[in-house]
């Protein structure tokens, strides 16, 4: 179980591309509604959405008028932060939403939109620089992963991914294998401690013990009610970067309350 007072567990929530910002708002409610019935502890176990752009005007103003505990972010962001990049979103302007976090270099941006590292790094730089927390994603393919091993890639990309970060910045990182993201075939927690170690040495090395310590680092890849609270009990591994199951109530509350169904 992870005791390091210095990290608050984060259960995050990736919709990908689903729910407008009509289901937004009805879901992001029912989900405040539900944790709260529940008694869940927010302070003890962070939880946070990454709705698509155009929902996250509606998220914000619910979220701020009804006071909700939750934290919200964007799943993208330009390197850019203003000017002629048209369907771009500025870095600026998620500030503007009261963004918190945003999700950086997410698998589905690096294939489907061949992201670099490069860009990913300069995203990461923008991010900071408007006072956003990149919640960065790292992971290996299948094919990496049997050419490679485990850490190789994940640890590569983390490098690349911090290159423009001199300070001891507030991030996130998530190690998502390729293979595990919708496949229903997670991870093993002990190969999810495994390069959530590594990445922590990536940490480490490049910002310092202090920030390698406080820095969260979440496991995600066919996250489910039934297989949270074995992530949650390896020292390394934070929290979650949840996919498919997010978008289900019952199912994103179980998970987020991993605690009190296996008494951790
Ligand atoms: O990509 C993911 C979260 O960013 C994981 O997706 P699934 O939980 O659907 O496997």
């Known amino acids: 179980m992870n005791i390091n007072p210095r990290r608050t567990p984060l259960i995050a929530g990736n919709w990908k591309m689903n729910l407008d910002h009509l289901q937004a708002i009805a879901f992001v409610q029912k989900l405040a509604w539900n944790l709260k019935d529940a008694g869940h502890d927010f302070t003890a176990v962070e939880v946070a959405v990454f709705p698509p752009f155009t929902d996250l005007r509606s998220v914000q103003t619910l979220v701020s008028a009804d006071k909700l505990p939750l934290a919200f972010g964007a799943q993208d962001l330009s390197a850019a932060d203003s000017g002629a990049y048209t369907g771009e979103i500025s870095g600026a302007f998620l ?7 945003v999700i950086i270099g997410h698998s589905e941006r690096r294939t489907l939109h061949n992201e670099t590292d490069e860009q990913v790094g300069a995203k990461v730089t923008a991010a900071l620089k408007h006072n956003l927390v990149p919640l960065i994603c790292v992971g290996e393919s299948a094919e990496d992963l049997a050419i490679a091993g485990p850490s190789a890639v994940p640890v590569a990309q983390l490098r690349a991914a911090l ?12 190690y998502e294998p390729v293979w595990a993201i919708g496949s229903g075939q997670a991870a093993t927690p002990e190969q999810a401690e495994q390069v959530a170690a590594a990445l922590r040495g990536v940490l480490a090395d490049t910002l310092g013990q202090d920030v390698a310590d ?51």
């Open 95 to 101: 500030a503007q939403l009261e963004c918190q976090y």
């Open 163 to 174: 290159a423009g970060v001199t300070h001891a910045a507030d991030i996130v990182v998530a």
């Open 214 to 264: 406080k820095t969260r680092i979440l496991y995600g890849g066919s996250v489910k009610s039934g297989n949270i609270a074995a992530f949650m009990r390896e020292p390394n591994v934070d929290g979650a970067l949840v996919g498919g199951a997010s978008l289900d109530i019952p199912e994103f509350s179980s998970i987020i309350r991993y605690h009190k169904h296996v008494g951790l």
